[in-house]
């Protein structure tokens, strides 16, 4: 059996490409029960709940996995380094799912390295902020833009754990936008104009990630943008038939 640790729009893909290309059991499993469009397959099977170094070896061990299929969001570090230890732990391949990354180079981006640093400098511009990198790293950006006459907007996915952080976070409620994507640039560019935002601040997700729609709303409007760069990681595949190679590969399978 395979592990797909997923929770991405990619992970539908993935899902099938190992179960229908490959003929694999695999067992799907997000870390939220956020919704998540997955296909059904009588290889497939799905289970939801985070998981640390520790539960995540104990699942391998009693279900049996063979190998870990790493297609966790770019930037969830933690979740990556589970993933390398309990499969190493288990002495068992674990392959990484990485997602394609595109050149934004031309598009005059103010590049930083942490969330830190990008609250800093949205905090500094003075105009009306609008926060696309989820819901995980509210604070430092709220502390920020204490005593600022500017307004910090949040878009987050309507979901119970987002809105907790949003109120753990203590971003006022007129300033959380829940919504679910993918948004299209149209929407991106209506919510711009409505808020008056003058900065829009970005992950480097990839397509995936709706980034590109987020980068021409933000040009269309004459936005700012500043993009969180992504961590580093161990290079992995990016398509579908080499993961689907890569696994037969890891199995001894021609």
Known sequence: MILLMGGTSETAGIAWALAEQGGWQTLIS???????????????EKRQGRLDRHELA?????????LVVDAT??????????ARAAAAEADIPCLRWERQRDDYAHEGITFVD?????AEL???????VLLTTGSRNLLPYVMAFQGSTARLYARVLPHAESMRACE????????????RGPFSVEQTMALIIEKQIGLLVSKDSGAAG?????????RRCGCRVIMIRRPESIPGVS??????FAVRMAFGQS
Do not use: M, W, Y
């Open 73 to 82: 969001h770019p930037f969830a570090v933690i979740a990556h380094e589970s």
């Open 239 to 244: 398509v579908l038939d080499d993961l689907v």
């Open 122 to 128: 949205a905090a500094r511009s003075g105009i009306n």
């Open 210 to 218: 709706g980034v590109p729609e987020k980068l021409e709303a933000a």
């Open 168 to 179: 753990e976070a203590q971003l006022p409620a007129e300033c959380v936008i829940a919504e």
């Open 58 to 66: 104990a699942l391998i061990r009693q279900r049996g996995i063979r």
């Open 30 to 44: 997000t870390a939220t029960d956020a919704p998540l469009e997955l296909p059904q397959h009588p290889l497939l």
């Open 114 to 118: 942490s969330h830190g640093q990008a």
